[in-house]
């Protein structure tokens, strides 16, 4: 029994349909960028387990996504692999192009789980220490410890969406959801706006428009929450949060003066990087962009380590497995936003690639030869 | 281990890879402050409104008002102290949109906790209104004891932003001061 499911994992009727299906995937998801846009292509049609759709309200699933996909497809190779595997150095070619294939798609398989992608917009003059993500937010409440550092409680927008009541490590604190919009628009409240349930904050003079959320690459969501905050079992009050606020706001418990805000979810980094400087050279007489280019003072006292380097197209600075990128730039020159990846396997496909190409090249010329 | 042992073993490995949670995190970060380094250092070539921009503008300055000193940002730089508080005037001049009225106008939004504004309700929220000639845009808004009332000119390539901003009772009480301001300039080199 053990046998015959391993003998069809490892059948080559996987292996085409696999591919089938993957080729499928890769034409309806490339369509269906036209109008979900790049981002949210990639999540519902390869970041997913199940394409879905909907019936009326009701979500089903439709056709396996890319990590279904591929993660069959991976174990169906890796079986096949493992059952036809015999010591033979006449066949040491067609190993090594079948390991850079896995390689590969194992790869790909840890490129999409374990990378992250954020971006540090930096203005002129000033220094960072931490990468913001494009999309995904946090809930955060901060308390100065002393005159230099402070404390960060960090909630990501993957709990305060799901779960009703969050109790914060190590503190006494604890948040309950009281709604949840993952976009919406604030405006001012008039004479005729409904009451608020909001009792501290901004937010008594705010009401909240819940919009759909935004699929395009262009645009941005707004998570908004109304959130209870308790001390020890009693109520502080109700507060509006929105990445729409563009200020924190604060609020005392436990001795203590913490802020709260909804904002981009940052990455710290072990090192930070000061603008020095940001050029955007055009050619003489036109508006064309001849240049962009981030001048930065690295920094790391952990490793003592303080250089400048020019950031430009095509020269990115690598550092401590973070690689950052040139990627746009604001405020009328006055901020540069570099990308920053964080890839720890972004080796795989040259070393997978390699391996293949010289597989292939030892089982061409030993059958040529034989 | 043979070879079907080490297969369960991979596939077990890729599902814990895949199955990763986010967690609530505490952590300690250094407070936010620009870099010591960087206020002594120069203004970088270009990044300076150009003296050009410089000569170019000529206002009258209201009375009462205090000229400050120009930054490297600013080209024009008030204060205005009163028994009810004071408020900063500030002459700024980009290149371009510099990134869009919207988006300057909810940074500006942000510093008193005011929320973000759409593209369709920042239409009711501005006014357009001419001064010497000048077709600018107008924001005021308030919040709790602190206000800001700014007006956006464009022209050539460039983005002029007049902007006032601190106690509530101050900013508008010399609204009619900015807006004489605005009146007086002339971005030709000579004041009305």
């Known amino acids: 029994m053990r046998t015959k499911i391993f003998s069809r994992l490892a059948s080559t009727e996987l292996t085409l349909i696999c591919m089938g299906l993957m080729m499928f995937l890769i034409f309806t998801g490339t369509l269906a960028q036209v109008h979900l846009g790049t981002y949210a292509a990639q999540k519902a049609y390869f970041d997913s387990v199940w394409i879905y759709a909907y019936m009326g309200d009701i979500k089903v699933p439709v056709f396996p996504g890319g990590y279904t996909v591929g993660a069959l497809w991976l174990v169906n190779l890796t079986a096949a692999f493992v059952m036809r595997f015999r010591a033979d150095s006449k066949k040491i070619g067609l190993y090594m192009s079948h390991s850079g294939l896995l390689l590969l798609l194992l790869g790909q398989f840890l490129t999409q789980t374990l990378t992250r992608e954020s971006q540090m917009p930096i203005p002129v003059g000033e220094t960072r220490n931490y990468s913001e993500d494009f999309r995904d937010t946090e809930l955060v409440l901060i308390r100065s410890v002393d005159e230099a550092s402070e404390e960060v409680i960090s909630v990501p927008q993957s709990i305060f969406s799901q779960q009703r009541t969050i109790s914060l490590p190590h503190n006494t604190l604890k948040l309950s959801l009281r709604a949840y919009y993952p976009n919406a628009v604030l405006a001012m409240a008039t004479d005729t706006t409904a ?4 009792t501290q904050g901004i937010g008594r003079q705010l009401t909240v428009h819940s919009i759909p ?14 959130v209870e905050i308790f ?24 001795g203590h003066e913490y802020r709260v805000l909804i904002r981009s979810r940052r990455h710290y980094l072990p090192f930070s990087l000061t603008l020095k400087e940001f050029r955007h050279d055009r050619y003489p007489g036109t508006q064309i962009p001849k240049n962009f280019s981030s001048l ?11 250089r400048d380097t020019l950031i430009y197209m095509n020269n990115p600075l690598r550092y401590q497995g973070r690689t950052f990128y040139q990627a746009s730039y604001g405020e009328g020159d006055q901020l540069s936003i570099l990308q920053v990846v964080q890839n720890p396997v972004w080796l795989a496909p040259y070393i997978a690639c390699s391996i293949m190409a010289l597989g292939l090249g030892i089982h061409f010329i030993r059958r040529l030869y034989a | 281990m043979n070879g079907l042992t080490a297969f369960i073993v991979l596939l077990a490995n890729l599902f814990i ?20 380094a960087v206020p002594t250092m120069p203004t970088p070539a270009g990044m300076e409104p150009s003296t050009e921009l410089k000569k170019q503008i000529r206002w009258k300055t209201p009375s009462g008002w205090k000229e400050q000193p120009p930054s490297a940002m600013r080209v024009g ?14 002459i700024v001049p980009l290149s371009g ?10 940074r500006w939004r942000g510093q008193i906790q005011l929320p973000a504004l759409t593209a369709e309700t920042l239409k009711h929220e501005s006014q357009t209104r001419v001064w010497g000639g000048h077709r600018m845009l107008w924001v005021d808004f ?9 007006a956006i000119y464009k022209e050539g390539g460039v983005s002029w932003f007049f902007k006032m901003t601190g106690d509530d009772a101050v900013v508008k009480g010399a609204q009619s001061a900015f807006e004489e301001l605005l009146h007086s300039t002339d971005f030709a080199g000579h004041a009305h």
């Open chain 1, 213 to 226: 959320v935004a699929t395009t690459d262009d645009e941005n969501n707004q998570p908004t929450v109304y």
């Open chain 2, 97 to 106: 949109d510099s990134g869009g009225d919207l988006a300057n106008i909810n």
């Open chain 2, 77 to 90: 730089s008030f204060s205005i102290q009163n028994a009810a508080g004071q408020a900063d005037v500030s």
């Open chain 1, 231 to 254: 001390d020890q079992g009693k109520s502080l009050g109700i507060w509006l949060l929105s990445s729409g606020l563009g200020a924190p706001q604060s609020f005392k418990a436990n």
């Open chain 2, 142 to 150: 308030s919040n709790a004891d602190k206000r800001i009332t700014a």
């Open chain 2, 17 to 36: 890879i895949g199955c990763r949670r986010d967690a609530i995190e505490t952590y300690r970060v250094p407070k936010e402050s620009v870099s010591p």
């Open chain 1, 296 to 306: 930065v003072t690295l920094r790391d006292l952990e490793q003592g380590v303080e």
């Open chain 1, 195 to 198: 009451a608020s349930m909001v």
